[in-house]
């Protein structure tokens, strides 16, 4: 890490509200960044390459005093977030006012000033931040629902930029949006992107009604006119782009003989059961657990499946652990699986394996390829990259999707058994489907899923994307509302 560089000037800047990589302190006190397992990295690093690119973003603890440097190839512009800012930008506003909101209210979302305040202070410091490294007309952009309202500043304060925008997120409709006291001021700082992308047509489809309802300003999917005050319009082009993962990656860490060989390893420890049902989540309220697991062990307990023949490998790596409403949740989590083992497993064999960690990318492609069952239940999921990810592990073209019809990846993968999570008896019976499908119904399924995936990965995202934005600010230019 070198701090004593002269201030650079880049031609491609990522905002988002983490660096893409983590702190990790040896045992000796020295600081090293590993790269944070995730496909944005490896869809941007071509990019960020190619084009001279820095990342901004928080260094995920507070007080962290970073200045620039470079790690895994790619230049990091650190944001410094203090512990009152985590308290209240990163999880009152974002994951305790925001999060639940954008999620149809699943927990109730908590409104505080004093947190909006300092979302709006924060997200001036990420905008001041891109705007002092990025070159004359640069591309920046902006991620997620942390930084909505980055893009308006940005503009004020450079306006030959070209801004886009990505929410990772679902937008609600505006029944439930307009709660939000700050909903007007949120739907201008997206505004100020010269492209919003949102991951399905529905969410796009909320924010131009926000839009509409609070502004005034045209609609015209995909195009909105945005009156600037000058009198002069802009063109804002407000699209779905559904993410994806490094499908071609994913593959081949997968049919590495080392995580072959993990599979097996895996299931022996299981006690080699017929069937092995996987669930993966950050232990988060929206994604339906308690739902699975409600429907898991009715079924067990009914005898229409048996603990010999199932086990449910269910992994929930530990997230946001200081919001009340995710401590209530892992407490309601952890009662309800030690009740379904303590009341159905035997002394060989546990009806859940439970994980409250989170895994290497590595251990996580052997339990793809161990797991016969993927379920995901989410009661709201921008997209779900995990079902994403079991597909493209399962070069066999065996194993079954259970996909929840509210994560945004139900739209692509139209080939799994789609459920409702709220329909116990609905989401029972298409787990007892999964269990017993033949293997050439598993065939057949899992070889359309897998030619989406394959077609459709993080890389075609990110350049879709990228030249939505080149052609949006070519014409903005062109036309000239604020060259
Ligand atoms: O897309 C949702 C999201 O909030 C991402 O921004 C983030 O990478 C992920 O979930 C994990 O959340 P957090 O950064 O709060 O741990």
């Keep these: 890490m070198s701090s004593t560089e002269p201030a650079r000037e880049y031609d491609f800047v990522v905002v988002s509200n983490r660096l893409p990589v983590d702190r990790v302190v040896a045992p000796d006190g020295t600081e090293s960044w590993a790269a944070s397992p995730g496909g944005l990295v490896a869809a941007l690093e071509p990019v960020m390459r190619a084009a001279d690119g820095a990342w901004v973003g928080w260094g995920g603890q507070p007080d962290l005093g970073l200045t620039p440097f470079e ?57 001041r931040a891109a705007a002092s490294v990025a070159a004359e007309g640069a591309t920046v952009w902006v991620h997620d629902y942390q930084l909505q309202l980055v893009p308006k500043m940005l503009r004020e304060s450079r306006p030959d930029l070209s801004i886009g925008f990505f929410n990772h997120i679902p937008f609600p409709p505006y029944g439930i949006f307009s709660q939000l006291p700050w909903r007007t001021q949120v739907v201008e700082g997206l505004l100020g992107a010269d492209v919003i992308g949102f991951q399905r047509v529905a969410d796009a489809g909320n924010f131009s009604r926000a839009v509409r309802r609070l ?43 080392s995580v072959q060989a993990r599979a097996k390893e895996i299931r022996e ?80 064999h546990q009806a859940i394996s439970y994980h409250h960690h989170g895994y290497p990318r590595e251990e996580m492609a052997a339990l793809y390829v161990a797991a016969d069952v993927l379920l995901v239940t989410a009661l709201r999921d921008g997209m779900n990259l995990v079902a994403k990810e079991y597909v493209a592990s399962r ?89």
């Design 395 to 483: 070069f066999n073209e065996d194993g079954v999707l259970v996909l929840s019809e509210f994560a945004g990846a139900s739209d692509e993968l139209k080939k799994a058994l789609r459920i409702n999570p709220h329909d116990i008896d609905g989401l029972k019976a298409r787990i007892l489907d999964a269990v017993n499908m033949p293997y050439r119904e598993q065939q057949s399924r899992m070889r359309s899923l897998r030619k989406r995936v394959a077609e459709f990965d993080v890389q075609r995202w990110s350049r879709e994307f990228l030249e939505a934005l080149a052609e949006a600010t070519r014409t903005r230019r062109g036309t000239g509302a604020d060259v």
């Design 71 to 127: 790690a895994d190839g790619i230049r990091m512009i650190p944001v410094d977030l203090t512990a009152v800012d985590v308290e209240y930008y990163y999880e009152g506003f974002s994951n305790d006012t925001l999060w639940p909101l954008y999620h149809d209210v699943i927990s109730p979302p908590s409104f505080h000033r004093e947190w909006w305040e300092s979302y709006v202070d924060v997200n001036r410091r990420f905008a």
């Design 215 to 257: 502004t005034g300003h045209a609609t015209k999917s995909p195009v909105i006119e945005v009156a600037e005050d000058d009198g002069r319009t802009r063109s804002v082009i407000v699209r779905p782009f559904p993410i994806s993962i490094d499908t071609a990656n994913f593959e081949a860490l997968a049919r590495k003989a």
């Design 269 to 348: 420890g299981l006690g080699n059961p017929r069937t092995i049902m996987l669930g993966v989540d950050r232990l988060d309220y929206t994604k339906g657990i308690g739902h699975r697991l409600k429907a898991y062990g009715e079924l067990l307990a009914e005898g229409a499946l048996k603990v010999e023949d199932v086990t449910l490998v269910q992994v929930a790596s530990p997230s946001r652990e200081r919001v009340a409403a995710y401590m209530a949740l892992r407490d309601e989590i952890e009662l309800t699986v030690g009740r379904i083992n303590g009341d159905l497993s035997t002394i060989s």
